[in-house]
């Protein structure tokens, strides 16, 4: 019985960018689900992040510590310098002060957890995935709050201090609980449940496309009118953040470089689901319900793309 369930997180681990956008589209049929399950988002969040991290073996990162000049001032990129680009330009075209806010928070957040996997699938730098993952999940915690101090201002009522310590907590206890269990079954067993592990995401981040999905089913009902504006700044956002970091970072080892350039498009919004409340809160549980768009389905296109410019020419294979 276990054999079988194991061999079927495996299975669903391998198949995990067909298996995923099912959860989209059962919160898009099914609003009642979508209210049902709304509330245990803030713990699905936690769990693909313990999860993920779990899934990350010690020897493969410190492999890549070579290369960490370049994914240092990678992640530095992501995490100050994506903002305020994103800022500049939502401004200067004049996209709504909320829907604004709520971008350059998206272009502040570290990526997502489930972004290591994908490179993996797509045959990019899986090591350099990681640590950019890790990297910008632990310094996220003290620049997303600089970043939003700075650019947006007090107007969102959340307190810097408050969300740096909310967000460290959250990070820092599913970092030590994940290589903690690791560390507790073994580096023979860890290793060998890895599939397993990758099913286990595959099935959480479906689940949280469901959960999530109320954010599209309130708008729907109240402001119905945000609806396309969201909807086309999701996509346009995270297709235009790959393709310029692509441009930026070709010069760099390529499969590191296309790690980082599908990173900038793959940003994990929802750790600011704890913390956060009122208008922004609103606004935030829609861009994140339209967001999974590209993320679940901008990886059927980008997929040939990545392994053509990246991959079949690649220095560093």
Known sequence: MIKNFDQLLRLIGRHGTLIM??????GLLYPSLTQLTRP???SVVIAMLIVSVYRLNPKHIKEKLHDFKIIGAGILWLLLIMPSFTFCIGYLIGIPSGL????VAWSACPPLVSMPGLAILIGLDGAAALLIMIGGTLLFTITLP????LLIGPNLGLNPTSMALELVCIVFI???LAQGLRWLVGEKHATASEGSADGIIVILMALFA?????????ALENNPEKLPLFIGVAI???AASQILNALIFHRFKRKTGGALALASGSRNLALLIPIVSGPFGEDLWLFIAVIQIPIYFLPIISKPLYQRFYIQNSRDL
């Open 21 to 26: 956008p099912i959860g989209v589209i059962i």
């Open 40 to 42: 245990i988002a803030e």
């Open 100 to 103: 604004l806010a709520v971008i």
């Open 146 to 149: 600089l970043v939003l101090s």
């Open 174 to 176: 599913s970092f030590f």
């Open 210 to 218: 469901v959960t999530i999905m109320g954010g599209f089913h309130d």
């Open 236 to 238: 346009v956002i995270s």
